[in-house]
Nanobody, 124 residues
Framework: QVQLVESGGGSVQAGGSLRLSCAAS????????MGWFRQAPGKEREFVAA????????RYADSVKGRFTISRTNANDTVYLQMNSLKPEDTAVYYC?????????????????WGQGTQVIASS
């Protein structure tokens, strides 16, 4: 049974930082591309960042480029999202997702496995 468990969310002042973690189990983690998505109330789920199975390639939404960094440690089956210079518009539930693919997909429809999400609030 595949499980993705996010942690590290919380409430910070605008300009602050948070580091999200997503621990995977039940799959060969080092074979999967991983993505982070977010969903604000009343909005569709949107792409934030993705990383290839090896960690050698990354992709970011324009809205977070230069502020967020995705990384992974295959030795402990975990993917991270370092979020700096947080803005109120970054407030959302953040989800990690996994897909067995050679492409760094940005559409949530292409991802097979999902975590339950962790809340991030950046207040002004």
């Amino acid at each position: 049974q595949v499980q993705l468990v996010e942690s590290g969310g919380g409430s910070v002042q605008a300009g602050g930082s948070l580091r999200l973690s997503c621990a995977a189990s039940g799959l060969t983690f080092s074979s999967y591309n991983m993505g982070w998505f977010r969903q604000a109330p009343g909005k569709e789920r949107e792409f934030v960042a993705a990383i290839s199975w090896s960690g050698g390639s990354t992709r970011y939404a324009d809205s977070v480029k230069g502020r967020f960094t995705i990384s992974r440690t295959n030795a402990n089956d975990t993917v991270y999202l370092q979020m700096n210079s947080l803005k109120p518009e970054d407030t959302a539930v953040y989800y990690c997702a996994a897909v067995l693919s050679s492409i760094l997909w940005t559409s949530p429809n292409n991802y097979k496995y999902w975590g339950q999400g962790t809340q991030v609030i950046a207040s002004s």
